[in-house]
């Protein structure tokens, strides 16, 4: 059915609550045979890891992570669970995502890792290869891209976010980065600023997400 909207005003676009997506997954050649599914899943996983640093949720080495059952997946991305299993699989593949299980009842811990680590590797590595060592990125990157597409997920009727032509230049896609708060004392004895829970696996994140929309507006 199509909706009766309204026209965009630029000054509406502020108001939105958009999904940041990271341009390096859209353009470096290391993420050439990442699915557009598996960039939007990415892109969410970076947004939920805003409710974990405003809620301590921080392992022993310092490291934020995430809660993102498989059902949730398969609800936010419109798909059954073999493909939500699937996307984890193929951003756990290219480095994206690490997961830990900490209990065989509880979901996995999901640690986000930072995509654009892949742009300071390579100028590392360039810089390397001018002084007569062997750049070794494109070795380390061949084992995710080297499958071949045929072996990658199909995605039929959706529209390549790759192409530079139909993307909105209006639209903020970098992803916003921020440092993670120390793990010391005063920061675990922080209050929840958003609800009190006591089990982690039984939070309504979606209402979670919703009081951060409200308080960014």
């Known amino acids: 059915m199509r909706l009766e909207l309204d026209y965009l005003d630029y000054s509406q676009t502020e ?9 390096v997954l859209l353009e470096d050649e290391a993420f050439d045979d990442l699915s557009n599914d598996a960039a939007i899943l990415y892109s969410r996983f970076l947004y939920r890891t805003r409710l974990s640093f405003m809620n301590n949720w921080i392992d022993e080495e310092n490291h934020v992570y995430i809660i993102y059952t498989i059902a949730e997946i398969s609800k936010k ?3 059954k669970r073999d493909k939500a299993m699937a996307l984890l699989n193929e951003l756990e593949e290219f480095g994206l995502i690490e997961r830990k299980r900490v209990s065989r009842t509880k979901p996995y811990y999901i640690f986000v890792k930072n995509c ?5 590797q390579r100028t590392n590595e360039e810089e390397t290869d001018e002084n007569g060592g062997k750049s070794t990125f494109f070795t380390r990157s061949e084992k995710p ?3 071949g597409r045929k072996n990658r997920l199909h995605e039929v ?3 390549d976010l790759r192409n530079k032509d139909i993307r909105n230049k209006d639209i903020d896609i970098y992803a916003r980065g921020r440092a993670a ?3 010391n004392d005063s920061t675990k004895k922080k ?3 958003f609800m009190n829970f006591s089990q982690r696996d039984e939070i309504d994140f979606d ?10 507006s």
């Open 15 to 23: 108001l939105m609550n958009t999904l940041n997506i990271p341009l």
């Open 77 to 79: 991305m419109k798909c």
């Open 116 to 120: 654009n680590s892949v742009l300071n």
């Open 145 to 147: 891209t080297s499958r």
């Open 157 to 159: 009727g959706k529209t």
């Open 181 to 183: 708060p120390k793990n």
């Open 191 to 193: 209050k929840n600023k």
């Open 207 to 216: 209402a979670l997400e919703r009081q951060l929309i409200n308080r960014s």
